[in-house]
C-alpha cells in the first residue's frame, strides 16, 4: 500500500480515525483540514487562563475497534474517566486530558496533516482524483479519497460523483448553541452535571473534570428544539437565556460571569442518520464517512472513519 497514496477531506475524529487505519496499514495518506487545528468538536476555548472543553464533554465506548482506542490514550495519559455527580447512566464516561483535544491530537499522531486547506471540489484526473482547494490550488492526483465532514458540506462536495451519495440527503442535522461561563464564586448547584432541562441539553462544572482548572467554569449546550430556534439570536440573548436555564437548576439567580463565550455548532447534533457505516463510489475508491453515519457519537465517527479507512484498503487491494 505504499504506493499508494490517498486524500482525507477533514480532520475530525472520523477522518483522524480513517487516518490511523491507513497509516496503520502503511498506506501514504494526507488529511486536510479547513480549521486551523484538528478536532472538529472536540477543539476547545481558552476560558479564564485555560483552555475548557466547549462541545463534545464526553465519549462512551462500546464497539471492540474504540474500546481498544479509549484504552490506549488512557495508558499513554491522552484520556480518563468521568463520573460527575448528577448524572444518570451507569455507563462508564471517558474524557480527554487536558482537553477533549487531546484525543483528536492522540489519534492524529503520525499523520499528515495540512490545516488551514478547505477542499472545493473533488475532479477526475487520468491518474486518480484532484481535490481542488481554496488555499492551495489542486492537490493531487490520489489513488482514493475520503470525505469525512458533516453530510450538508458533504453532499455537495460529492454530487457530481453519482448516485452512490444521494443518501446523504435524508440525513438530518441540528445546531447546537454552546456557551462556557466562568464565575468568580461557586454556583449554589449540588449537581455537577446536568441532562435534558427544558433550555438547557446538557452543562457540566469544568472543575469536575480531572487535568481541568479550578476556576467555577460551566460549559453548557442548549437543548436542540432551543439551538434550533435561537440560533441567529445575538450573543447576548443567547448567553441571557442559557445563564436563566442554569440557573433554574440553581433554583436562584446567579451571579454575573466574569467572562462568557457563546460558541455555535450549525452541524452538530445527527438527529435522522444514514444507518451505515459509510457509502462508497467510484468503484470504492471515494467514500463519504463521519457520525451521521452511525448515530451522534464520538465512538460512531471513529467507527464510521475506520470503516471508510477498511473499505478503500479493498478497493486499493482489488
Known sequence: MSNMRIAIIGAGMAGLAAGRRLKEAGADALVLERNAQPGGRLASVEVAGALTDAAALYATAREPAFKDFMQSAVFSG?????????????????????????????????????????????????????????????????????????????????????????????????????????????????????????????????????????????????????????????????AEKLLEGLGAAAGSGLPAPAERHILRYPQARVETALGEPFLAGGRGRLVACGDWCLGPRLEAAFISGTAAAEAVLSALAA
Request: charged share 20%.
Open 78 to 238: 491522552h484520556a480518563t474517566g468521568w463520573a460527575p455527580k448528577g448524572r444518570s447512566s451507569d455507563e462508564p464516561w471517558l474524557i480527554g486530558l487536558p482537553t477533549m483535544n487531546a484525543l483528536s491530537a492522540f489519534c492524529a499522531e503520525g499523520l499528515d496533516l495540512r490545516t488551514g486547506t478547505a477542499a472545493e471540489r473533488i475532479g477526475h484526473a487520468s491518474e486518480g482524483y484532484i481535490v481542488q482547494t481554496a488555499d492551495a490550488g489542486p492537490i493531487g492526483p490520489f489513488d482514493a479519497v475520503i470525505v469525512a465532514i458533516a453530510a450538508p458540506a458533504a453532499g455537495p462536495l460529492l454530487k457530481a460523483h453519482g448516485k452512490p451519495f444521494e443518501r446523504i440527503g435524508a440525513v438530518v442535522m441540528r445546531p447546537t448553541l454552546a456557551g462556557v461561563f466562568a464565575f468568580s464564586e461557586r454556583l449554589p448547584i449540588d449537581a455537577d452535571f446536568i441532562a435534558e432541562a427544558a433550555t438547557i441539553g446538557a452543562a457540566a462544572r469544568n472543575a469536575s473534570r480531572a487535568g481541568r482548572a479550578g476556576e467555577e467554569v460551566w460549559i453548557v449546550h442548549g437543548s436542540a428544539d432551543f439551538s434550533a430556534g435561537h440560533f441567529e439570536e445575538s450573543d447576548e440573548a443567547v
